[in-house]
Nanobody, 123 residues
Framework: QVQLVESGGGLVQAGGSLRLSCAASGRTFGAYAMGWFRQAPGKEREFVAAIAWTGITTYYADSVKGRFTISRDNAKKTVYLQMNSLKPEDTAVYFC????????????????WGQGTQVTVSS
């Protein structure tokens, strides 16, 4: 059984920073790409960032490029999302997800999701 548990969300002022964590279990973590998504009220879930199983290649949505950084620690089975220069439009529930196949490449297809963590950015 795969489990993904996000943490680190909260309320922050515009221009501030937060670091989200996603702890994974139930799969050989180091073999799978991981991703972060977000969903704002009344909007579709959207891609934020992804990191290959190698930890070398990363991908970002244009809206967060240069402000967010995805990373992973395979020993801790955790993926992180460092969010800097936060804007009110970054307010959303943030979810992590795991790729469905080991050693996968793009396009990534995610099959398990966490429950999400709320990020609220005040202006």
């Amino acid at each position: 059984q795969v489990q993904l548990v996000e943490s680190g969300g909260g309320l922050v002022q515009a221009g501030g920073s937060l670091r989200l964590s996603c702890a994974a279990s139930g799969r050989t973590f180091g073999a799978y790409a991981m991703g972060w998504f977000r969903q704002a009220p009344g909007k579709e879930r959207e891609f934020v960032a992804a990191i290959a199983w190698t930890g070398i290649t990363t991908y970002y949505a244009d809206s967060v490029k240069g402000r967010f950084t995805i990373s992973r620690d395979n020993a801790k089975k955790t993926v992180y999302l460092q969010m800097n220069s936060l804007k009110p439009e970054d307010t959303a529930v943030y979810f992590c997800a795991v790729d469905s196949v080991p050693y996968g490449s793009r396009p990534l297809r995610y099959d398990y999701w966490g429950q999400g963590t709320q990020v609220t950015v005040s202006s």
